[in-house]
């Protein structure tokens, strides 16, 4: 069973940068569409964006220009580029594929804050 190990995180001021990673314990089959989703306090999970095997990307409006999701299918790996973030970007950070099928995996914190 595949494994989500989601890293990067971290406290950064308004403005700041990110890069998130996600390793997969197996091989992710290229033919999944992967996606970053975030929970903030108190709120559902709700998707950030997804990538297809072919490379289409798609963004929630709040994210829309200052993020970019891309996948390494040779490294079983997947980004995601945060630039420009803002307080709302708070929130723990997960990985999965779209729709998401397999076990979550424990995430990784991103707070921005002053």
């Known amino acids: 069973q595949v494994q989500l190990v989601e890293s990067g995180g971290d406290l950064v001021q308004p403005g700041g940068s990110l890069r998130l990673s996600c390793a997969a314990s197996g091989s992710i089959s290229s033919s999944y569409a992967m996606a970053w989703y975030r929970q903030a306090p108190g709120k559902q999970r709700e998707l950030v964006a997804r990538i297809t095997s072919g490379s289409s990307t798609y963004y929630a409006n709040s994210v829309k220009g200052r993020f970019t999701i891309s996948r390494d299918n040779a490294q079983n790996t997947v980004y995601l580029q945060m630039n420009s973030l803002k307080p709302d970007d708070t929130a723990v950070y997960y990985c999965?594929?779209?729709?998401?099928?397999?076990?979550w995996g424990q995430g990784t914190q991103v707070t921005v804050s002053s």
């Open positions: 999965n594929t779209w729709p998401s099928h397999w076990p």
